[in-house]
């Protein structure tokens, strides 16, 4: 069984930073892309970055300049590093991630982590 744990979420003023940890564990064969996505009270889920397995990424024009995301894929984690935070980064943040196991590939997702920013 594949699971996704983030952690690293928490309560912030405006223009700190917090970094944002996703390990994925079980039986896993390879993870191609990882990433970050987010939902605030009242709006849909949307996308904050992703990175493949070769490194390239995807972020969301409001991450851009802001936030980083990095992986380690000896120790299957994926990171978002996030600064200068604003009030409008408030948001459940989920880690998601492309999986293969003995079955064919599929996506995962964590359970999410809190982000709450204040102004």
């Known amino acids: 069984q594949v699971r996704l744990v983030e952690s690293g979420g928490g309560l912030v003023q405006a223009g700190e930073s917090l970094r944002l940890s996703c390990a994925a564990s079980?039986?896993?064969?390879?993870?191609?892309?990882m990433g970050w996505h987010r939902q605030a009270p009242g709006k849909q889920r949307e996308l904050v970055a992703t990175m493949t397995s070769g490194g390239s990424t995807t972020y969301a024009d409001s991450a851009k300049g802001r936030f980083t995301i990095s992986r380690d894929n000896a120790k299957n984690t994926v990171y978002l590093q996030m600064n200068s935070l604003e009030p409008e980064d408030t948001a459940v943040y989920y880690c998601n991630a492309n999986i293969r196991t003995v079955l064919a590939p599929r996506p995962y997702w964590g359970q999410g982590t809190q982000v709450t920013v204040s102004s």
């Open positions: 079980g039986i896993i064969v390879s993870i191609n892309a």
